[in-house]
T-cell receptor, first 113, second 115 residues
Framework: AQSVTQLDSQVPVFEEAPVELRCNYSSSVSVYLFWYVQYPNQGLQLLLKYLSGSTLVESINGFEAEFNKSQTSFHLRKPSVHISDTAEYFC???????????FGQGTRLTINP | DTGVSQDPRHKITKRGQNVTFRCDPISEHNRLYWYRQTLGQGPEFLTYFQNEAQLEKSRLLSDRFSAERPKGSFSTLEIQRTEQGDSAMYLCASLASGRVIDTQYFGPGTRLTVL
């Protein structure tokens, strides 16, 4: 069975500071990894995904995540956050068959001015 | 492409009543998923369809829950004899299978409150 652990339930940071949201997964098969973001009162939106190839993937709004197979991790980073990044972030894994997603518990990112 | 839509957005019901939610996926997406998200948790998989066939159901889906996708387009999720523990956000997602892995697009969810 697959599982995802997000190590921090809440991460407060100051605006323009760097941030890292941690995600570890377990799986006995090939994995496909996703980060979804949920802004206040909105639905889940895909932020970025790792399917194959380069282990470093980037989003259009400055986030990046690196797939580390030996560490079974897929941490999300941004070098400088903005108030608009305030949201809940979910890491998820898919097995590629049914493509159902197994989500972590979520990390609430709070940006302080 | 109008995205995944769900109706209603909010539902308040009394314990013991039946409720039904609707999900309209992105057109031409042949896979449709239902998830449940409780407060402070990530979404949990409930069931999914490929076209009109329901291919997998989670153990979370008790006998009181039933889902259909009669013509391979929209889907309904019905909960019979609701319990307070059913209070949650019910999320629907769709994707176009055909490529090895594709992105699931989520709807805004239906928030159920059982009094």
């Amino acid at each position: 069975a697959q599982s995802v652990t997000q190590l921090d339930s809440q991460v407060p940071v100051f605006e323009e500071a760097p941030v890292e949201l941690r995600c570890n997964y377990s799986s006995s098969v090939s994995v496909y990894l996703f980060w979804y973001v949920q802004y206040p009162n909105q639905g889940l939106q895909l932020l970025l995904k790792y399917l194959s190839g380069s282990t470093l993937v980037e989003s259009i709004n400055g986030f990046e995540a690196e797939f580390n197979k030996s560490q079974t991790s897929f941490h999300l980073r941004k070098p400088s956050v903005h108030i608009s990044d305030t949201a809940e972030y979910f890491c998820a894994v898919s097995d590629g068959g049914a493509q159902k997603l197994v989500f972590g518990q979520g990390t609430r990112l709070t940006i302080n001015p | 492409d109008t995205g995944v839509s769900q109706d209603p957005r909010h539902k308040i019901t009394k314990r013991g009543q039946n409720v039904t939610f609707r999900c309209d996926p992105i057109s031409e997406h042949n896979r449709l998923y239902w998830y449940r998200q409780t407060l402070g948790q990530g979404p949990e998989f409930l069931t999914y369809f490929q076209n009109e066939a329901q291919l997998e159901k989670s153990r979370l889906l008790s006998d009181r829950f039933s889902a259909e996708r009669p013509k391979g387009s929209f889907s309904t999720l019905e909960i019979q004899r609701t319990e307070q523990g059913d209070s949650a956000m019910y999320l629907c997602a769709s994707l176009a299978s055909g490529r090895v892995i594709d992105t699931q697009y989520f709807g805004p969810g239906t928030r159920l409150t059982v009094l």
